[in-house]
């Protein structure tokens, strides 16, 4: 007889003489802190499932079907996720360290969000508020035209707000800070290296330096 049990609290969540793959599929609304690990999952329909928290580390979830899952927080480390369908699944603070994501489907690209900017001969044109957002402006940053502004960047695309100088659409800056001050910025195309660009970004990104143009409102 197969399981699957909380990781939690151990109480079961399901069981029966069918694969873990099977009570997976038939629960799948219920798998919040789920202990999955090194379950062959491969080829599942769990689509919508609610994996938030759920220890996945070592599953076989190759060709898997995750589109729209919740899998905020969950420790897909190890994971075989190989040709598995991840569109519109929520993957924030998600643990990827060392999954294999060969061939997966619906993860964009940090080149699809991009493409949304102009360009000039120098980099890319982005905007970012100043004053009435949500973190404080660092001393060190020099706010006038020209001025480079620098912070370390947070790497994993699966946070979606974290260290570094955050940028946006000038859409998404005028909608979340329509009292700050918005610039008009570039980042370099030396620098297009470090941007990190969130795997569900709302129209936001970090880089590591951007540089101060002038003001647009």
Known sequence: MNKIVNKYTGKTIASGNKTVRALAEECKADLSGADLSYA????????????????????????????????????????????????????RYADLSRADLSGCKGIKTASEFLKKFKTD????????????????????????????????????PTLECACGVNFGTK???????????IWKCRIRYIDLADVVVPYRTDGKARCARLELLEIVN
């Not at 599942?44 to 899952?69: F, K, Q, T, V």
């Open 40 to 91: 062959d999952l491969s080829r599942a329909d769990l689509s919508r499932a609610d994996l938030r928290y759920a220890n996945l580390r070592y599953a076989d979830l190759s060709g898997a079907d995750l589109s729209r899952a919740d899998l905020s927080g969950a420790d897909l480390s190890r994971a075989n996720l190989r040709g598995a369908d991840l569109s519109g699944a929520d993957l």
């Open 121 to 156: 001969e120098l980099g890319l044109i982005v905007y970012k508020g100043f004053g009435k957002t949500s973190y404080t402006t660092p001393d060190n940053w020099k706010i006038k035209p020209g001025s480079f502004i620098t912070e370390t960047v947070n790497p994993l």
């Open 171 to 181: 859409k998404f800056v005028k909608e979340n800070y329509p009292k700050s001050t």
